[in-house]
């Protein structure tokens, strides 16, 4: 297995990480050495060359202890293309305010929050959606960011955006 | 008279020595001082306090005493300066004051909201799609499918077939003696003592070639039993992929529901799994 990497071998990582297997996008760590062995890091690289005139890169992110690999595309600017303004406004709010408080968060935090500018009815619909497309993760009626946003939003770029 | 002397030289060689260890104490502070600049450690873990005093003992007695001093003070102006970019670095990268953030959110309109996340959104690029070789598996299977209702015939005579094998049956149908069949328990139960959480598939197929695959599926059927007596239980990971032995039955909390799992053990996983572990062996995975 091991040696230089070929072109199939990109060809491949990238079909793994595009084409949908599980729930979950992408593949882990732990798949990616069981394929490719221990020289995956330069099969990735030979991949993120390939894809980057596409105008998308390969994201690595770490969630609960494990490495997991995204092709995600590098910006948006077709707004055709983008869920909900709700939606997004929502999903931004509960991130920035999640990752301030270093922790999990209550649900009534996050209400009290919300509430001022959508109805309840409105972010309890966008909430429970967040949390079934894995944005956002409710254990015991504490939430936290769920491995979707870590993967799709620069968390600490949008810090900097929102307290700028 | 000699005594005299001899005091005065003692006293000479007492502040010789003490000159030397302070200049010493000097020329360790100033080390110190770059060596946390260059490797970046936490510049507050630097008393500046205790080595201005340090300094304040320092008598100057040579030009090169005076030198000393102003390379001191220099590292020691060079650590403040490194504390206060360290200060600044902190509050903006890692500490975001949550009550900030509230009034920032709260102040501001969807649409600023909306725009700032655009900003830093990078949606994941994945496509759920049929491939070419599981289209012709596909049409193979439906090929072979017979019509639905010699299916449901089939399913029906199936329903009778299939039972559930308890061990009474299998002792029955001398698979299993009684004996064993309790050692077998007692062995696995001692080795589960030693283990708080571990892999699924590598208890029960071990590592390697290390058990048969009769083995796996005896030892599979015995860890199921045990599972079912609430010795231990199974945590599932579906983001992880992985199944746990987990000690206890930690999902008797209220809230979670219990359910039972079928976990397929078939010889082509066996021979994977022990192709696996013998590569993650070499990869020190």
């Known amino acids: 297995m091991d040696g230089a990497c070929t072109m199939d071998e990109e060809e491949k990582i990238i079909k793994i990480l595009m084409l949908r297997r599980h729930r979950v996008p992408g593949a882990t760590r732990k798949e990616l050495v069981k394929k490719f062995g221990s020289k995956y890091e330069e099969v990735l690289d030979g991949a993120r060359k390939r894809v980057e005139p596409l105008g998308m890169e390969i994201r690595e992110v770490d969630y609960k202890n494990v490495k997991r690999y995204f092709i995600c595309f590098k910006e948006i600017k077709e707004k055709s293309n983008i869920p909900r303004i709700d939606d997004l406004a929502i999903l931004a709010a509960c991130i920035t305010y999640i990752n301030a408080k270093k922790e999990k968060v209550k649900k009534e935090e996050i209400e009290n929050l919300l509430k001022e500018k959508f109805s309840r009815r409105r972010f309890e619909f966008t909430i429970s959606r967040l949390i079934r497309t894995g944005y956002l993760e409710e254990e015991e009626g504490y939430f936290s960011i769920g491995w979707r946003s870590l993967a799709e939003v620069d968390i600490n770029q949008l810090n900097k955006l929102i307290l700028s | ?285």
């Open chain 2, 1 to 285: 008279m000699e005594r005299k002397i001899e005091g005065r030289m003692e006293r000479k060689m007492e502040g010789n020595v003490e000159i030397k260890t302070r200049r010493e104490e000097i020329l360790q502070l100033i080390a110190m001082c770059k060596e946390m600049i260059e490797k970046g450690i936490d510049p507050f873990k630097f008393n500046v306090k205790e080595a201005l005093e340090t300094l304040k003992r320092f008598e100057h007695r040579s030009f090169d005493d005076l030198n000393l001093d102003g390379q001191t003070i220099a590292a020691i102006v060079e650590i403040v300066k490194s504390q206060e970019s360290w200060i600044k670095n902190r509050i903006n990268s890692v500490f975001i004051d949550p009550l900030l953030v509230d009034l920032m959110i709260r102040t501001m309109g969807k649409d600023e909201l909306t725009e700032k996340i655009l900003k830093c959104y990078h949606p994941i690029a994945s496509i759920e799609t049929i491939t070419e070789g599981r289209l012709k598996e596909a049409i193979d299977y439906w090929n072979n499918l017979l019509p639905f209702e010699e299916r449901k015939i089939k399913f029906n005579q199936l329903d009778d077939a299939i039972e559930l094998l308890d061990v009474e049956k299998l002792i029955e149908m001398r698979i299993y003696a009684k004996d064993e069949f309790e050692k077998s328990i007692g062995l696995m139960k001692e080795e589960l003592d030693g283990v708080d959480k571990t892999d699924y598939f590598d208890f029960v197929m071990g590592d390697g070639r290390s058990y048969s695959y009769e083995a796996c599926l005896k030892r599979g059927y015995i860890l199921a039993f045990l599972i079912s007596q609430n010795f231990v239980s199974l945590s599932i990971d579906p983001l992880k992929d992985e199944i746990k032995i987990v000690k206890g039955n930690k999902n008797k909390k209220k809230d979670k529901k219990v359910k039972s799992i079928a976990i397929p053990i078939n010889y082509d996983l066996w021979m994977e799994h022990a192709q696996w572990t013998k590569k993650r062996k070499s990869l020190k995975f």
